[in-house]
């Protein structure tokens, strides 16, 4: 059956270090999106793609970049990570024409 | 985008109905309205949408008011593993056909035994 997965599921880093989080979807969706969500606030968009080579900046999306070289990956990466992105990560994915967003199971980030 | 407006919380007796209502005054006329939930840890999942008709289906129907202004997504027979935060999001519209949603704090409902 066609899928979305990340990795890892649980990550603990020190303040500073790169973290790349990965996103994985086997329904061939043109449509990538990367969320965050914290205790109080609802998701949050931090990058989104409409196709390969094409990325768009969200609402918090400093301090993140993605990169789209396929369909069906689109890694996100923390260049330095700081306390403030300590969150749960979720990818979702969406087929071209269609409203529904199909979600990852998250990420568990703690940057220490 | 449409600001949307729903209840922090709702309690639910099971197997009764759930109805959460959600206000989106300010939507415009090519907008749609989604519903998602998310159960606890999970990722959120997409339940139901519509623009401007009433919309069922195996999860929900959807209640749009004529002027457009608010919605009713009806759970008809809630059982526990209803409990969840609902998100009533309008679109916004990208590039093309493609779209990115604004999720807002949800409802979270709570269904008792």
């Known amino acids: 059956d066609a899928e979305i997965t990340q990795s890892p599921r649980h990550k603990i880093t020190e303040t500073g270090r790169q973290v790349t989080l990965a996103c994985h979807q086997t329904?061939?969706?043109?449509?990538m999106f990367w969320y965050r969500q914290d205790l109080g606030h609802g998701l949050r968009l931090i990058h989104y793609?409409?196709?390969?080579?094409?990325?768009n900046k969200g609402e918090v999306s400093d301090g993140y970049s993605v990169s789209r070289s396929n369909t069906e990956d689109l890694p996100l990466t923390l260049e330095s990570a700081a306390s403030s992105q300590t969150s749960v990560y979720f990818c979702?994915?969406?087929?071209?024409?269609?409203?529904?967003?199909?979600f990852g199971p998250g990420t568990r980030l703690t940057v220490l | 985008d449409a600001k949307t407006t729903q209840p922090t919380s709702m309690d639910c007796a099971e197997g009764r109905a759930a109805n959460l209502p959600c206000n989106h005054s300010?939507?415009?006329?090519?907008?749609?309205v989604y519903w998602y939930r998310q159960i606890h840890s999970q990722g959120p999942q997409y339940i139901i949408h519509?623009?401007?008709n009433n919309e069922t289906n195996e999860m929900a129907s959807l209640i749009i008011t004529e002027d457009r202004k608010s919605s009713t997504l009806i759970l008809p027979h809630a059982t526990l593993r209803d409990t969840a935060v609902y998100y009533c999001?309008?679109?916004?519209?990208?590039?093309?056909?493609?779209?990115?949603?604004?999720f807002g704090k949800g409802t979270l409902l709570t269904v008792n035994p």
């Open positions: 979702a994915s969406s087929e071209s024409g269609r409203n529904e967003q199909f």
């Open positions: 329904w061939n969706h043109n449509n």
């Open positions: 793609s409409y196709g390969v080579q094409d990325t």
């Open positions: 300010t939507i415009s006329g090519n907008e749609y």
């Open positions: 519509g623009l401007k």
């Open positions: 999001i309008v679109r916004v519209k990208g590039r093309g056909s493609n779209y990115k949603l604004t």
